[in-house]
C-alpha cells in the first residue's frame, strides 16, 4: 500500500472517530437536559436546529435525535422535559 493511500484512511478513520464522538457527546449534553416553563425565545441555527430560552436560560438542542419534538414548539408553548429521557412533553395553550 501506498504512503498517500495510508494517510488517507487514516484520515477517514480520525474523521469518522471525531464525528462519532461529537454526536454521542452532545446527545448524552441534551439527554441531561431538565426544564419545565413556557418557551420564552426559540431560533433556529444555521444547520435547522432549534435553540429555546426557558426561565432565562438556554437549551441547544443540535442532535438530530430531538428535531422529532423541536421542530414543533413554538414561542409561548409550555414545555417539560427530565433528565435521561429523549421525550419532550409539548402543552399548547394558545
Known amino acids: ?4 493511500s495510508k494517510i488517507g484512511i487514516i484520515c477517514i478513520i480520525a474523521f469518522l472517530a471525531i464525528t462519532f ?4 457527546t452532545t446527545r448524552k449534553t441534551e439527554m441531561n437536559y431538565e426544564f419545565n416553563g413556557v418557551v420564552e425565545h426559540i431560533e433556529y ?3 435547522g436546529f432549534p435553540v429555546i430560552t426557558i426561565k432565562n436560560v438556554t ?9 422529532e419534538y423541536t421542530r414543533k414548539i413554538e414561542r409561548g408553548d409550555s414545555v417539560m422535559k427530565k433528565a435521561g429521557s ?9
Do not use: Q, V
Open 1 to 4: 500500500m501506498k504512503l498517500h
Open 21 to 24: 464522538y461529537g454526536y454521542f
Open 45 to 47: 441555527t444555521e444547520k
Open 59 to 67: 437549551y441547544d438542542f443540535g442532535n438530530p435525535h430531538f428535531l
Open 86 to 94: 429523549s421525550e419532550i412533553k409539548i402543552m399548547r395553550f394558545h
